[in-house]
């Protein structure tokens, strides 16, 4: 299986202040398109899990672009340049390369 | 739009099955372009898939080790739906359940809204 870890576990940020969380996976999630097989998740409070970033650095329809993903081999970052009150939640890294499909351990966001 | 609808209950006992339903709308669970997934969350937060169904001139289906010999997913073409059966649950099986539809490179862009499935006496 695909080892995803994430970090940090807890991130406090300020309103206004920039956030990021990293996830790296244990083998290399290339596809022969030359994407990488790593998608980015918010879960809101009492909700299901929203779709954010797909394919390492692809915004979904109607994510606001304060958020972006990165990637660099295995290591891959999500960032937001400034956090909202609304982007509170718990944000999951998974790899959708291969099953069985993994999640990192999932980062919780609180408003400081 | 793609809409999912679980239903099932929310209490099983330790040894029984475990059923839930997923309906789907604006989709096909026949379609080419996507499989059916359920993964469960635990009390933790921790996301594991647990297997899925898809259509391809047949139908496939896989399952994750940890659970193969008690899990069942089937589609159901004539409600447009899939459901779960989970046998011989423990408390460790405790979770909620999503029902998903996976696209190209293992992207979710459709969930169910969620089932809390408690298992105990």
């Known amino acids: 299986d695909i080892m995803m870890t994430q970090s940090p576990l807890s991130l406090p940020v300020t309103p206004g202040e920039p956030a990021s969380i990293s996830c790296r996976a244990s083998q290399s999630l290339l596809l022969s398109s030359g ?37 660099s081999g295995t290591d891959f970052t999500l960032k937001i340049s400034r956090v909202e009150a609304e982007d509170v939640g718990l944000y999951y890294c998974m790899q959708g390369l291969q099953t069985p499909y993994t999640f990192g351990q999932g980062t919780n966001l609180e408003i400081k | 739009q793609v809409r999912l609808q679980q239903s099932g209950p929310g209490l099983v006992q330790p040894s ?71 046998n ?14 996976l696209r190209g490179s293992g992207i979710i862009d459709n969930w169910g809204q969620g089932t809390l499935v408690t298992v105990s006496s």
């Open chain 1, 35 to 71: 994407d990488n097989c790593l998608h980015w998740y918010l879960q809101k409070p009492g909700q299901s899990p929203q779709l954010l970033i797909y394919l390492g650095s692809n915004r979904a329809s109607g994510v606001p672009d304060r958020f972006s993903g990165s990637e």
């Open chain 2, 16 to 86: 029984q099955t475990l059923s839930l339903t997923c309906a789907i709308s604006g989709d096909s669970v026949s379609s080419s372009s996507a499989s059916w997934n359920w993964f469960r969350q635990s009390p933790s937060g921790g996301f594991q898939w647990l297997g899925k169904t898809y259509y391809r001139s047949k139908w496939f289906h896989e399952s994750a080790i940890s659970v193969k010999g008690r899990i069942t997913i089937n589609p159901d073409t004539s409600q447009n739906q899939l459901s779960l059966q989970l």
């Open chain 2, 88 to 101: 011989s649950v423990t408390p460790e099986d405790t979770a909620v359940y999503y029902c998903a539809r």
